[in-house]
């Protein structure tokens, strides 16, 4: 992208001259955008691929199906259906640090834009597409391992901690984003904002001014706000609290109750780094594990690992943060858009960076209108949809990420049917296969367990007590086109394993299937 030229170097002089005076009580009217937060619907692959490093130049399920996977379903309209307040806050941040940024330049009072009708954003298409990608670094590599240690260290909802950090980077000359969220959930909802100024009183008693996305200085109601310095996040103690604007009211949190207050430095989040997805298929492999849960009110009441090893505190929604019983190694993700109060998208992103020693067990609920939970990691995703039914579900993906892959689960909420897909990039960029039983009924209690088998040559299918029926499903996309071999209502009794293999992977369309039967395994 191209860098303006029409700004003389007097202008640039200027520019930097302001931006070391940042810190005055005028920050607002000397660095703040004259538009309000705004919203898009969707961002295109094209500001997908520009927000990250690595990224294929267009939408390919062949050669990049992770990145294919990540972007349908959390970037491409799950990051700013409700605003841009990250984005805005970390470009301003990085124009004021650096002079200017993905080719605009401080002061950013010079771009023009709403208040009127207010969440029409600017007018410049250009730099609201710059904004977008910005607002797409909440997701990069560095940015979820700097939350994860604050997370994992129960530092999120420590307002104390929060000023300290705040002071910490002031020193190291490094400009800061203070993000903020209504509740502890991940349907909470989440706000961003620029944190320039933090002031002492005494007693406990802080103030951590703000320039907020959703109050511009070129409103008049807005300037009043900042001009009468009520710009600021209290801090009393440990706790916090924020009078949002519009009509979401105040939100606050403490170390026991409420939403997260976290410090982020943009020298972490700012520059051009690399997607969660596409390093699930090169530097790191299976250490990262994206979980992406979708539905009617679906909510992950808990996760634990292969050593007992748990996300939340029993009977509640609390992170627990003690090494000896927590998962200190997995995130729960607000997306962070200015949410109203009220969210139910039934959507839930959870990262896991380290190992799950070979096993995730998550219980699941939602409502009759099921769930689809995926797990992507290393050259593998794995997929279940629920359908109908009430209540929670008990899954276990085991090995996740490797060509011996599988999921686990049991009909506890009395799904009508289950769909139950693994994609395996069986070699990066060329070859993807998609393994599946659709249509799948359960009938009788305990666990079904759908894996791959051979080393990712064939599909496994077990169920020691109950009897099953399913549509198979063995599909390969080349970069000569997608073939399929299916075959539709198939059964299995109780106590059978059956594993499935076409006898010719290139030739799917006429090939044979190869079966394999023996007594199934209680696990």
């Known amino acids: 992208m191209k860098y303006r030229v029409s700004i003389k170097l007097t202008s640039l002089f200027l520019a930097f001259?302001?931006?070391?005076?940042?810190?005055?009580?005028?920050?607002?009217?000397?660095?703040g955008w004259r538009f309000h937060n705004f919203t898009d619907s969707t961002?295109?692959?094209d500001i997908y691929r520009d927000t990250f490093i690595g990224i294929y130049p267009t939408e390919d399920a062949v050669a990049s199906p992770f990145d294919v996977l990540f972007y349908e379903q959390v970037y491409k309209s799950k990051l700013s259906e409700h605003g841009n307040c990250f984005g805005m806050s970390l470009l301003n941040l990085m124009i004021q640090k650096n002079g200017g940024h993905l080719g605009?330049?401080?002061p950013v009072t010079q771009y023009s834009g709403d208040p009127t009708p207010a969440g029409a954003g600017?007018?410049?298409?250009?730099?609201?597409?710059?904004?977008?990608?910005?607002?797409?670094?909440?997701?990069?590599?560095?940015t979820l391992q700097f939350l994860l240690n604050i997370f994992a260290q129960h530092f999120s909802k420590d307002a104390s901690y929060a000023f300290d950090q705040f002071n910490y980077w002031q020193s190291r000359g490094d400009l800061t984003l203070?993000?903020?969220?209504?509740g502890a959930l991940p349907t909470s909802g989440g706000h961003t904002l620029i944190a320039y100024r933090a002031v002492d009183l005494g007693g406990g008693n802080k103030k951590l001014f703000v320039l907020d996305p959703n109050r511009t200085w070129g409103s008049t109601t807005d300037q009043t706000w900042y001009n009468s310095e009520s710009n600021f996040i209290q801090i009393t103690n440990q706790a916090w609290s924020f009078e949002m604007a519009g009509t979401d009211g105040t939100w606050s949190g403490d170390p026991g109750s409420g939403g997260n207050i976290v410090i982020t430095p943009i020298s972490v989040t700012g520059p051009h780094t690399r997607s969660p997805s596409s390093l699930g298929t090169t530097i790191i492999g299976t250490i990262l594990n994206t979980l992406l849960l979708t539905g009617d009110?679906?909510?992950?009441?808990?996760i634990t690992d292969a050593q007992g090893k748990r996300l939340y505190k029993p009977g509640t929604l609390d992170l627990d943060n003690d090494p000896s019983t927590g998962m200190m190694n997995l995130l729960?993700?607000?997306p962070s858009d200015q949410e109203p109060s009220g969210r139910q998208t039934g959507a839930q992103l959870l990262f896991q960076l380290g190992s799950s020693g070979g096993a995730l067990h998550i219980t699941v609920s939602a409502g009759a209108g099921g769930y689809t939970l995926s797990s992507t990691s290393g050259r593998t995703i794995v997929s279940v949809t629920a359908r109908s039914g009430s209540g929670t579900d008990m899954l276990t993906i085991r090995n996740p990420g490797t060509a011996a892959s599988s999921v686990s689960l049991e009909n506890q909420r009395g799904a009508s049917e289950y769909d139950v897909t693994i994609t395996r990039a069986q070699i990066p960029s060329s070859r993807v296969r998609v393994l599946g039983a659709s249509r799948l009924r359960i009938n009788g209690p305990g666990a079904v367990q759908i894996g791959l088998a051979n080393n990712g040559e064939g599909l496994e299918i077990s169920a020691p007590q109950a009897s099953l029926h399913y549509d198979l499903t063995l599909s390969q996309v080349t970069r000569q086109g997608p073939q399929a071999l299916t075959r539709s209502e198939m059964s299995q009794d109780p106590g059978a394993s059956r594993?499935?293999?076409?006898?010719?992977?290139?030739?799917?369309?006429?090939?044979q299937v190869v079966e394999q039967w023996r007594l199934a395994a209680v696990r």
Request: overall charge negative; aromatic content about 10%.
């Open 332 to 334: 729960p993700w607000i």
């Open 43 to 45: 961002f295109s692959w």
């Open 297 to 302: 009110g679906a909510q992950i009441e808990q």
């Open 104 to 106: 605009y330049c401080a």
């Open 122 to 142: 600017p007018t410049d298409q250009m730099l609201r597409r710059a904004i977008n990608i910005m607002h797409g670094h909440q997701v990069n590599l560095p």
């Open 178 to 182: 203070v993000s903020i969220t209504k």
């Open 499 to 511: 594993t499935v293999q076409p006898l010719d992977w290139q030739k799917l369309k006429d090939a």
């Open 17 to 31: 001259l302001i931006t070391s005076a940042a810190y005055a009580d005028d920050y607002a009217s000397i660095n």
